[in-house]
């Protein structure tokens, strides 16, 4: 073995300090100074004892010393002998290099200071914020919601971690949605399956944490990572809502998570919206409207002041509040039989537009029984319905369409993608035929005969990008809005989409419905986000196993064309078992953003509802 010398020691030494940054290369300049100031006043006092004139001891000449090195330009003003001169120009020429050294060294640490800041690499001091980890086009969906949901709350905090310059998420953030009021965004550049970044964010006082699927291949394998660094953080930890692409990874994620993780399946979620929507037209706005924090959100009230009434006593408790279901000890139950008793550990669920706007009604608002009509529920018949094109959730909605419809009913298929109709086996109401058809041809379409149906689903070809993907929808929608114009047919349309930012060219086509799944997970986290205690509220919603939302007839329930108060609509609905929860206005049906839906209007405002609008209640199939 060679041995180390003592010079080879030094230099390492040397090296290992030379590379600990900014401060230890100041601590070598302030070294090489002071050597130099030294080396100059001792000179000073060898070759020149005398000078300058009136200079009386080293203090004195150490001090001008000094000067001239941190000073350069002092050398100007200098006289004396060619010695003190010679001393005096060398420690100037020394000083110059000491200062230009100094500078660069100052202005290089600040510079990776303020990189440091700008990536932020703080710690976050708030309390009480709401923490997005991850960075996917439902950032700007749950930011806007959240934004909303804190409209009246001063110093809310909303603080985005992400693997993206942290400028440039702010930058994103406030094009896309303007003005945040009350709320301040902060933004930290880190993985969120760093333990160490995830410490930036104050977890431990932190109110709730959101966890995005990103864009690209495999994204739940990311959440998974994400959601295994949150669990091995120490210490407590704030309630979670992560959402999960695919089905089959659900299990997984919740092993990762534990039991503080709530988890959204986004595709099973799309796939129930997207069927549901197919069938009822207008359904996907009565969700959007029911998720946002535009209109009417869903609250959560204690039983103790309605505690001895029946659920049919408490649809017309509130004025400015519709009771849609009980929460209880045993779970959520939507729409139950109206003599079901209220008890004081139940909790009820309510629609409003505010929290502080539920309050007891003084008294029971009137109803006008003579206006109710005494129609029966429509007739449960076969359905024929129409799948263009497919993707990886198609399985699954044909599925929960099955669930759905009455025996005998049909489903085509007509897609050129390779995969159309696998895996379909087992289905019970249903009976399926494949064709293979570009869905964008005119005449291909043409040639399915798509009067005969009364439903059609368009779905997004996963083959594609989304942008594309999203161009090919518009293209078969246009196709079949042509054609319906052409051909005087009529069926509901009801279309998926990746990118919010094409429904306004969407809606262009007079589609029924049109599903954006990104926003509708985005607008599911935000409310999680914000009361986790909803979740099995909407999983009841988008299941096909008991009450659902139903836009039904409103010649059904009052007679039309007469003004009543909606009090005499619940009153209608309550009397076929149902909940009523609002109406559609079918005149304002093409406009934005409600499209003819009114959700939980008060109970003595007076409505008249006409043949072609429609009721929307939650019942049972």
């Not at 970044?197 to 495999?218: K, Q, T, Y």
């Not at 595709?267 to 706005?285: H, K, N, P, W």
């Not at 989304?466 to 005087?488: N, V």
């Not at 008249?608 to 929307?616: E, Q, T």
Request: aromatic share 4%; net charge negative; hydrophobic share 45%.
């Amino acid at each position: 073995m060679a041995r180390v010398t003592f010079r080879e020691r030094a230099r390492y030494w040397f090296d290992n300090t030379m590379s600990k940054g900014t401060a230890s290369l100041v601590g070598w300049l302030a070294v090489v100074s002071v050597a130099l100031i030294v080396v100059v006043a001792g000179l000073t006092l060898w070759l020149a004892p005398s000078e300058p004139e009136g200079v009386g001891g080293a203090g004195q000449v150490l001090w001008i010393a000094l000067m001239h090195a941190l000073t350069p330009s002092k050398v100007a003003s200098d006289k004396g002998s060619i010695a003190y001169m010679t001393v005096m120009f060398a420690g100037s020429l020394g000083g110059i290099f000491v200062v230009s050294m100094l500078v660069g060294l100052l202005s290089n640490g600040l510079k990776q200071k303020v990189d440091r800041l700008r990536r932020g690499r703080s710690r976050i001091v708030e309390s009480g914020h709401t923490v997005v980890l991850g960075w996917s086009d439902q950032v700007f969906t749950i930011v806007a919601e959240l934004v909303k949901a804190h409209a009246s709350q001063p110093g809310s905090v909303i603080a985005v971690l992400a693997e993206r310059d942290k400028l440039a998420m702010e930058e994103d953030l406030r094009e896309r949605l303007g003005d945040l009021g009350r709320t301040r965004l902060v933004c930290r550049t880190g993985r969120p399956t760093e333990t160490r970044d995830l410490a930036l964010m104050n977890l431990a006082a932190a109110r709730s944490v959101v966890v995005l699927s990103p864009e690209g291949d495999d994204p739940d394998a990311h959440v998974i990572k994400i959601l295994l660094a949150l669990a091995k953080r120490p210490g407590t930890r704030p309630p979670v809502v992560a959402a999960i692409a695919a089905s089959r990874n659900i299990a997984a994620a919740r092993l990762a998570g534990g039991r503080d993780v709530h988890l959204v399946d986004s595709d099973d979620t799309a796939a129930r919206l997207i069927v549901q929507s197919s069938r009822q037209s207008g359904m996907s706005v009565v969700c959007m409207d029911l998720l946002n924090f535009d209109g009417g959100e869903i609250y959560l009230r204690p039983g103790e002041e309605l505690a001895g009434r029946t659920y049919g006593d408490t649809l017309d408790a509130y004025e400015s509040a519709t009771v849609i279901g009980l929460r209880r000890p045993t779970g959520v139950v939507l729409n139950p039989p109206m003599d079901t008793g209220v008890e004081h550990d139940d909790q009820l669920i309510v629609i409003a537009h505010d929290d502080s706007a539920i309050h007891l009604a003084p008294s029971r608002p009137a109803v006008d029984t003579a206006a109710i009509a005494a129609v029966g529920p429509p007739p449960r018949e076969t359905e024929r319905t129409l799948l263009l094109n497919w993707n990886g959730r198609a399985e699954q909605i044909v599925r929960y369409l099955d669930a759905y419809v009455a025996p005998g009913s049909v489903l085509e298929i007509a897609a050129d993608h390779p995969k159309a109709g696998t895996g379909l086996t087992g289905l019970v109401n249903l009976t399926m035929n494949v064709k293979d058809c570009d869905t964008t041809d005119r005449y291909a379409l043409e040639s399915l005969g798509v009067g005969l149906f009364q439903h059609v689903i368009v779905l997004s070809d996963d083959r594609f990008s989304p942008q594309h993907a999203d161009t090919r929808t518009l293209m078969t929608l246009l196709q079949l809005r042509d054609m319906q114009s052409a051909l005087g047919e009529r069926y509901s349309i009801v279309s998926e989409m990746h990118d919010e930012s094409n429904r306004a060219l969407a809606e262009v086509t007079e589609a029924d419905d049109i599903v954006i799944s990104d926003t509708v997970i985005g607008l599911l986290l935000a409310q999680l986000a914000e009361n986790r205690h909803l979740a099995d509220v909407f999983g009841y919603l988008f299941d096909s196993r008991g009450s659902e939302i139903y836009p039904r007839p409103a010649g059904g329930y009052v007679a039309s064309g007469r003004p009543v108060t909606f009090s005499t609509v619940i009153e209608a609905a309550r009397r076929r078992g149902e909940t009523a929860i609002g109406y559609r206005d079918a005149g304002a049906i093409n406009i934005p953003p409600h499209y003819g839906i009114v959700l939980n209007p008060p109970k003595s405002q007076p409505v008249v509802l006409n043949s072609r609008d429609a009721v929307i209640v939650l019942a049972e199939s």
